[in-house]
């Protein structure tokens, strides 16, 4: 008994199989708000790094610019130890990540 060769393989009507449905796997399109909240769930010290940054560098600017510089030489250096905290954040962050295991 020879088997008869498989019918040509068409991209646009993929084969059916018993029992599946389609669309039951679709997974939805990931939009930049769903990702930042759960990036921010995975590693909330990061986004914490980097409004406590901003708000440094701000108030810095804010104190140059009145002309007050020892307050402005201060606060640029607590801006390097926020950008330190942030880096160190990610750092951590990534390094947690890889070592959990896999689903």
Known sequence: MTQAPPPPFDPSRPPLIEGFQPGAFQRREEGFA?????????NPLVPV??????GVLTYGLICF???????????????ILAQGFTVAALVVGVVVTALKPKK
């Open 49 to 54: 790094g980097c409004l406590g940054t901003a």
């Open 65 to 79: 610019k009145r002309g007050n510089t020892h307050q402005s030489q201060i606060m640029m250096r607590a801006r």
């Open 34 to 42: 769903d990702k930042f909240l759960r990036k921010t769930r995975e």
